[in-house]
T-cell receptor
Framework: GAVVSQHPSWVICKSGTSVKIECRSLDFQATTMFWYRQFPKQSLMLMATSNEGSKATYEQGVEKDKFLINHASLTLSTLTVTSAHPEDSSFYIC????????????FGEGSRLTVL | DAKTTQPPSMDCAEGRAANLPCNHSTISGNEYVYWYRQIHSQGPQYIIHGLKNNETNEMASLIITEDRKSSTLILPHATLRDTAVYYCIVRATNYGQNFVFGPGTRLSVLP
């Protein structure tokens, strides 16, 4: 199946700093990517839909000024957590759909953010 | 909200078949049934999907009832590495539509 890669796989940062997470579709083009967040012992929650060449669509309750999403090319979307706080510590997962397929989404390995 | 209902947890003996049920009584005609699993601290892994016919691949089989209101994922010979949370998701194939994850079923394969 198609491959989606995230980087970094884990990051530790100080409170108040910003962290960027990259999501790449390695062998296909993805005009749409999705960003999820997962807290311990909980399911994945959609944060935003990332559209290539246009503004991301955020889910209710997700601050767009705090979680900046950029989808500058058909193979790369980035999520920047600005002014991170300990409550932002979570597992962030991206996914992408291979165009022309029957709709299955392929997920990255996830990025674990710990804010001290 | 997720459109599916799954038992929160199940156990299965190693080497035996694991049968994971999913109810999706409000499924629409254009919605597929997808199964993913998530091993601890990893991203979800695609397993299988289907519309109305039963499907089989190298990982699992998917049995969908004739009325499409429920389905069963079958892992024919479960191994310890199949221990994971299994998510059943219904979704139309509209381009850009996201997947809504419910709590899933935590499958524990026991030695």
């Amino acid at each position: 199946g198609a491959v989606v890669s995230q980087h970094p796989s884990w990051v530790i940062c100080k409170s108040g700093t910003s962290v960027k997470i990259e999501c790449r579709s390695l062998d296909f083009q993805a005009t749409t990517m999705f960003w999820y967040r997962q807290f311990p012992k909980q399911s994945l929650m959609l944060m935003a839909t990332s559209n290539e060449g246009s503004k991301a669509t955020y889910e209710q309750g997700v601050e767009k000024d705090k979680f900046l999403i950029n989808h500058a090319s058909l193979t790369l979307s980035t999520l920047t957590v600005t002014s991170a706080h300990p409550e932002d510590s979570s597992f962030y997962i991206c996914s992408a759909r291979e165009g022309g397929g029957t709709g299955e989404l392929f997920f990255g390995e996830g990025s674990r953010l710990t804010v001290l | 909200d997720a459109k599916t209902t799954q038992p929160p947890s199940m156990d299965c003996a190693e080497g035996r078949a694991a049968n994971l049920p999913c109810n999706h009584s409000t499924i629409s005609g254009n919605e597929y049934v997808y199964w993913y699993r998530q091993i601890h601290s990893q991203g979800p892994q695609y397993i299988i999907h289907g519309l109305k016919n039963n499907e089989t691949n190298e990982m699992a089989s998917l049995i969908i009832t004739e009325d499409r209101k429920s389905s069963t994922l079958i892992l024919p010979h479960a191994t310890l590495r199949d221990t994971a949370v299994y998510y059943c998701i219904v979704r139309a194939t509209n381009y850009g539509q996201n997947f809504v994850f419910g709590p899933g079923t935590r499958l524990s394969v026991l030695p």
